[in-house]
């Protein structure tokens, strides 16, 4: 196992991936808190905000980190189903669930690097952006845990599209699937069912990072369910995996 782990290190590491995605989530990152940093300004200027409530709505958009944390963990497993290396994988280890395992805890570790850089992002440019403008980002006790919030998130979202790799495996739809249903299918169900959306996966991610837009448990309950969609997740990708042909 810990020989499978080093191997799926090596494979994150060596690559194009985790660079690629980082780069493009903390610049989409920074040019959002930019233009929201603006907004922020006119509303505390206006009095429809405070200078607090302002700073965790711009720190906040680091949650943004997820789908790529999400993306990098899908595209750790099709990317082998994809160019065929997976049957080597598979067959230089004792188990199947090994390399489900292995791969699981890289994408973790991956997940986490996109969390720091979501939450480093938001209080970077947050205080950039802000301080420009002459507001001064607030630190205070939400904030914090706002950041928690981005680290957590992200780093439980890597293994959630590594499962999702396994259950789908074919590249191009899983990342369709993965973007269609993050971006628009659960978003849509917030805005129309926000009592059923907020048992999703979604709904827990986003009590994971302390959004307000919508009504959502408690972070500490957020946390709980979404490792209960991680845990059937998984389940699902472990028993598909031992059920169906390798290619």
């Not at 160019?83 to 004792?94: D, V």
């Not at 209080?123 to 981005?150: F, N, P, S, Y």
């Not at 986003?206 to 389940?235: E, H, K, N, Q």
């Amino acid at each position: 196992m810990r020989r499978q782990i080093r191997s799926e290190l090596l494979k994150a590491r060596s690559g194009w991936l985790l660079p690629a995605l980082l780069l493009t989530a903390v610049m989409l990152d920074a040019l959002s808190m930019l233009g929201t940093s603006s907004v922020v300004h006119d509303d505390i200027a206006a009095g429809r905000t405070t200078l607090a409530a302002g700073s965790h709505d711009v720190v906040r958009l680091g949650f943004a980190n997820l789908l790529f944390a999400a993306l990098f963990g899908v595209l750790m497993v099709t990317g082998e189903y994809r160019t065929g290396t997976i049957s080597r994988s598979l067959l230089l280890t004792r188990t199947r669930r090994d390399v489900l395992a292995a791969k699981a805890t890289v994408s973790l570790l991956g997940g986490l690097v996109f969390g720091l850089a979501g939450a480093a992002t938001g209080l970077l440019t947050g205080w950039i952006a802000m301080g420009a403008r002459g507001d001064d980002l607030v630190l205070d006790r939400e904030t914090w845990l706002i950041c928690l919030g981005l680290v957590l998130v992200s780093t439980l979202s890597a293994p959630w599209g590594t499962f999702l790799g396994w259950v789908i495996r074919q590249q191009v739809p899983a990342v369709i699937i993965t973007l269609v249903w993050t971006l628009v299918v659960e978003s849509a169900l917030s805005a129309w069912v926000p009592d059923f959306a907020r048992f999703l996966p979604g709904g827990a991610q986003a009590s994971i990072y302390r959004d307000t837009a919508t009504d959502v448990l408690a972070m500490p309950w957020g946390v709980a369910l979404f490792c209960g969609w991680l845990a059937v997740a998984g389940v699902a990708a472990e028993r598909l995996l031992h059920r169906r042909d390798v290619t």
